[in-house]
């Protein structure tokens, strides 16, 4: 597929700051920033896109950093953050999942009873779930 045709689908939803295409295997990979943030609000639950006669996947923005997490961890009372790296073809990429650390069950309860979103860059504000260490959880959206 060539990169003109996938600029030109994905404009349809905004207009494009950069695009940058890869091939990974047998597959073709894009890296899509639009000017306007709101530009990517289709794919809050859409998680595919039509290039001509294909559909493709999209998958929203990977990672964070501790950074990310600051006020999160100030609204909370979490005392320490850690955000697992996994190797993935070749580079490690964060985990979209934090372990967070709290100094008393009381501060953990009060927590898990909080509804806390926090914004990441462009991108709207995103909830945070809460989940205890042994449910499982998606490696690809954080959720449950």
Aim: aromatic residues 12%; charged residues 30%.
């Amino acid at each position: 597929m060539k990169k003109i045709e996938i600029r030109e689908s994905f404009e349809d939803l905004g207009k494009i700051e950069k695009i940058y295409t890869r091939g990974a295997g047998l597959y073709q990979v894009a890296f899509i920033t639009y000017k306007d943030a709101n530009s990517i609000s289709y794919f809050n639950e859409q998680w595919s896109y039509h290039i001509n006669k294909d559909i493709v996947r999209v998958l929203p923005e990977q990672g964070g950093t501790g950074y990310n997490l600051k006020e999160v961890m100030t609204q909370c009372k979490g005392k320490t953050c850690f955000i697992p790296a996994v190797m993935i073809r070749g580079k490690y990429q964060r985990c979209r999942y934090a372990y967070i650390h709290f100094s008393s069950r009381e501060d953990l309860m009060a927590a898990r009873q909080m509804n806390i979103e926090f914004k990441k860059g462009n991108a709207g504000a995103r909830k945070l779930y809460w989940s205890k260490e042994e449910n499982r959880i998606c490696n690809i959206c954080g959720l449950r």
